[in-house]
């Protein structure tokens, strides 16, 4: 029939069915039967206003073309076909899921060709689309005391098989897609990545279950261990730590399935020791033991001021860049890594700074990845190194994701408004054009110099994490003929004369470099052992190594005094300091600083200010930049008022 019949003929007494009157012709049914309801009564058609279009509950088990539309155990399914034309039903019950997995690949549909609808493995209809949505996103704080959860029921597992069955368990509520599971009494190794849940008692792996054939208890992990007999992985006190021993090729891993990018990971961690012979890895690799494309944060060497950003497309197309740790920290202090992978860079971050962007070798849009954290040994060592994770977030844009964790490089939409095509850039705070802060640092004081015609500091600032900065002006005005300038500062190194410890803590990379160089006494130097030259090995500006310079430092120096270093003949400046010796050894501290000149003045009027406007954008200062206003003055006190205008912008 095309549609419902307009009337139904049935006996009056007897309430069997007759003939159906349809189109204008009567058709006679070759068997006389009862329509009955679900439970069992005659239902009269006639008196239901002559239609069918209240019987959706009715019983056709004795029609053949629908006989199994009802099985026995009361859910509704379909095994048989249809009979042709239109047919109207209204609920299924899906079992299982049509597709387990992510967004799908658009690379696997033909230019001109319909993708299809699928079901995911989270119940979620599947469909290509020009926006993103968060799917698969993931936090673990490492609660408890151990990375294995214990799973309710008993469990069975055959060997080579994709296949887990339970009696009495609860897979639906306690593992998800990207799980990992295990019989109880078998090792980490043996961890399988849960596929897709089809019920409480059947669930399908990606691979097949590498451990022999079992039922029993069953553990669940959000992360595949992998450690050498002699190292550890472990949890305590919301703390994981993965333990690394001292012989050759000895190792600890965590590692969970990811998909393909866009995506973001952040890790709160410190490592306790820097030693020669061993990587720390962080970040995302397609293979963890010989990865091709990789995005990661490397700790090799034994600098703990530094690590090694790095991404690659393939064993010879890689990038990396060794980078200073913002401030003074270092890897043993707990410190928030963060890498972000998009479609067109890898940005690297640390407490919230920017140290490196890649954008010449990276993984490519839809090349698989899996995240987590490895320690190696690439010979024998002589300590053990614990690498110590306080949390790990790990957020996945597969579909529209209005809020996201992105610095480097903010999700853009573009619309049409009026007409007008009108984008906005989501993890951008205030969208493509963020709302600025403005600030002065500002001084106003008689005050004189304390070495006369050399720059002294009268206000210093760090600018805050999280915010990129623009100097808009720079006011100064001093009661006689002097300098000043606005700088931004970086620690290059640390001397202690008396000990004759020198110790590296910053550098500039390539291809910047500083014209500038002085050392400032943190601790006054004697006043009798005569004046102290410091001599400077370090890299030029060309990247030439093994320059050197000296600093002369007179005898009795006190906290605050600067003085400048002296170049080789020939160089412009320097990147980095290797080494500082000082003669002759006596009392007395002082920092190296790297200074960056970003206005100067020459105050030449006792009446009237010298004010510098900059356009827009035209001196730009990182995150954690620290700046500073200075004068070189005479030793006599007068009027000293500088004014710098700042603007910062969400990064």
């Not at 009979?83 to 658009?106: F, L």
């Not at 990865?291 to 690659?312: M, N, Q, W």
Request: charged share 15%; with cysteine.
């Amino acid at each position: 029939m095309s549609d419902s019949p307009a009337a139904v003929l049935v006996d009056p007494t007897t309430g069997d069915t007759l003939a159906v009157v349809a189109d204008g012709l009567v058709k006679k049914l070759d068997i006389t039967t009862k329509v009955r309801d679900s439970g069992g009564d005659v239902v009269n058609p006639a008196t239901e206003d002559g239609n069918l279009a209240t019987l959706a509950e009715v019983d056709f088990a004795t029609q053949t073309t629908l006989a199994a539309i009802k099985d026995t155990d009361g859910i509704k399914k379909i095994t048989d076909p249809l009979p042709a034309g239109e047919n109207t039903i209204g609920s299924i019950d899906v079992q299982g899921a049509a597709q387990s997995g992510s967004y799908p690949n658009p690379r696997s549909i033909d230019l001109g060709e319909t993708a299809p609808f699928n079901i995911d493995g989270y119940g979620n209809l599947q469909g290509r689309s020009t926006v993103l949505t968060d799917e698969e996103s993931f936090r673990d704080d490492f609660s408890g005391d151990s990375l294995l959860t214990n799973l309710t029921g008993t469990v069975s597992f055959t060997v080579n098989s994709t296949e887990v069955t339970g009696v009495g368990t609860a897979f639906t509520t306690e593992l998800m897609a990207n799980s990992y599971i295990r019989l109880g009494s078998h090792t980490d190794d043996k961890l399988a990545q849960v596929d897709w849940v089809e019920d409480d008692t059947i669930l399908h792996l990606i691979d097949p279950y590498t451990g022999a054939s079992g039922s029993g208890a069953a553990v669940s992990s959000n992360w595949k261990v992998t450690n050498s007999s002699s190292s550890s992985v472990a949890v305590s006190s919301s703390v994981l730590t993965l333990t690394n021993a001292t012989g050759n090729n000895e190792h600890a891993e965590i590692q969970r399935a990811a998909d393909y990018l866009p995506f973001v990971m952040t890790a709160t961690l410190s490592l306790s020791q820097r030693i020669a012979n061993q990587e720390t890895f962080l970040g995302f690799r397609d293979d963890f033991t010989a990865p091709e494309k990789e995005a990661a944060i490397l700790f090799t060497g034994t600098d703990s001021s530094v690590v090694t950003c790095r991404s690659s497309f393939a064993s010879d197309s890689i990038q990396t860049s060794t980078v200073r740790l913002p401030g003074t920290a270092v890897t043993t202090y707990s410190l928030v890594y963060q890498i972000e992978l998009t479609p067109n860079a890898v940005s690297f971050l640390v407490d919230g700074v920017t140290v490196a962007k890649h954008m010449t070798h990276m993984p490519g849009p839809y090349d698989t990845l899996s995240l987590g954290a490895r320690i190696t040994n690439t010979s024998a060592v002589g300590s053990q190194t614990v690498l110590s994770i306080d949390s790990l977030f790990f957020q996945n844009n597969d579909q529209v994701q209005s809020g996201n964790a992105y610095h480097g490089e903010p999700q853009s939409i573009q619309g049409v408004a009026n007409g007008v095509p009108v984008t906005v850039q989501f993890g951008n705070p205030g969208g493509l054009t963020a709302v600025p802060y403005m600030l002065n640092m500002s001084y106003n004081k008689n005050d004189g110099g304390i070495i006369s015609a050399v720059f002294k500091r009268v206000v210093t600032y760090l600018s805050p994490l999280g915010y990129n900065g623009y100097l808009i002006k720079f006011t100064s005005f001093q009661g006689e003929a002097a300098a000043s300038r606005f700088v931004a500062e970086k620690q290059l190194a640390t001397f202690n004369d008396s000990t004759q410890v020198f110790v590296s803590t910053g550098f500039y990379t390539a291809p910047q470099w500083v014209s500038i160089t002085q050392a400032e006494v943190t601790t006054q130097f004697a006043s009798g052992s005569g004046n102290v030259v410091l001599t400077v090995t370090y890299t030029n500006e060309s990247g030439v190594g093994s320059r050197t310079g000296t600093i002369t430092i007179p005898k009795g120096s006190v906290v605050g005094a600067r003085f400048d270093l002296v170049l080789q003949t020939g160089d412009l400046g320097l990147r980095s300091i290797q080494n500082v010796t000082g003669t002759p050894t006596q009392v007395g501290v002082a920092k190296i600083l790297g200074l960056l000149q970003l206005s100067v003045h020459q105050d030449q009027s006792t009446s009237s200010q010298t004010e510098t406007l900059f356009a827009p954008g035209a001196i730009t200062f990182p995150p954690g930049t620290i700046l500073g206003i200075e004068y070189a003055g005479g030793t006599v006190s007068k009027q000293r008022t500088f004014d710098a205008l700042i603007q910062l912008i969400p990064a």
